[in-house]
């Protein structure tokens, strides 16, 4: 595979790939959580009914990512996006920040991210590191119980879809790695492509819309990816 040095490259991480760093989905073979329904906490509605829930259930996830660490696969993607002349556009559905540990920069975390909060009275965003409570005083506005963990819900808009848009128009290489296709509207990021563009999926199994690409490898994403950013990187 030989890409013109100037083409822009737009990457889509999903679950698959921080599944091989440990990250766990925190539900169990019912899609429960605790005997409580997703939606029940990660919902505005679940947020709105029980926030203490839904903080004890972002505190737990927020937890886990000290345990955790980026694998083969995001080391391979930072790799890319310091080589590649022609800019790499780094999308991810994954909320964790393994991403940036690897030292990927250009990037967007379409759902948001664990380690960021929101005020929901001022809407300022902040960094945010331990567990929260609704006890927690918004740093810029002084007030109580209007913070909320920095992640889209469902029922909510993705962030930075214009840019998206914008970028997946522009790209030369769409490349989706370790998605299911079943979520909206990232699983249709591929019809967005120009038709000129490359398209390439790398999952371990095929996705629901795998077929739609020009091409599908399937394997682990720690296996793939680095074989991948490789092969591109080769032929400058």
């Not at 030989?2 to 019912?30: C, H, M, Q, W, Y």
């Not at 490349?175 to 299911?180: A, E, K, L, Q, R």
């Amino acid at each position: 595979m030989k890409l013109p040095k100037t083409s822009p490259i737009v990457i889509l991480t999903g679950a698959g790939i921080s599944a091989e760093s440990g990250i766990r989905t925190f539900r169990d073979s019912n899609g429960l959580w605790e005997n409580h329904r997703v939606e029940e906490v990660a919902s505005p509605e679940g947020f709105a009914a029980n926030p203490d829930l839904v903080l004890r259930f972002y505190n737990a996830r927020r937890a886990q990512m000290g345990e955790v660490e980026p694998n083969a696969a995001h080391l391979a993607l930072a790799r890319l996006e310091q080589g590649w002349p022609g800019g790499i556009l780094l999308v991810t559905q994954n909320v964790d920040d393994l991403h940036e540990r690897a030292g990927t920069e250009n990037l967007i975390h379409m759902h948001g991210e664990l380690r960021k909060v929101r005020c929901e009275r001022c809407g300022v965003v902040f960094s945010w590191q331990g567990d929260q409570s609704r006890r927690d005083e918004c740093p810029r506005c002084r007030r109580r119980g209007g913070m909320r963990p920095h992640i889209v819900w469902f029922g909510e808009m993705p962030f930075d879809l214009d840019r998206i848009y914008q970028a997946l128009e522009a790209c030369g290489c769409f490349v989706s790695i370790g998605t299911s296709g079943h979520v909206y509207p990232a699983a249709g990021f591929i019809q967005e492509v120009n038709s000129f563009a490359y398209t390439l999926e790398l999952n371990l199994e095929p996705s629901r819309g795998a077929s739609q690409f020009f091409e599908q490898r399937q394997g682990r994403a720690s296996d793939l990816v680095p074989a991948w950013v490789e092969e591109i990187l080769s032929g400058l």
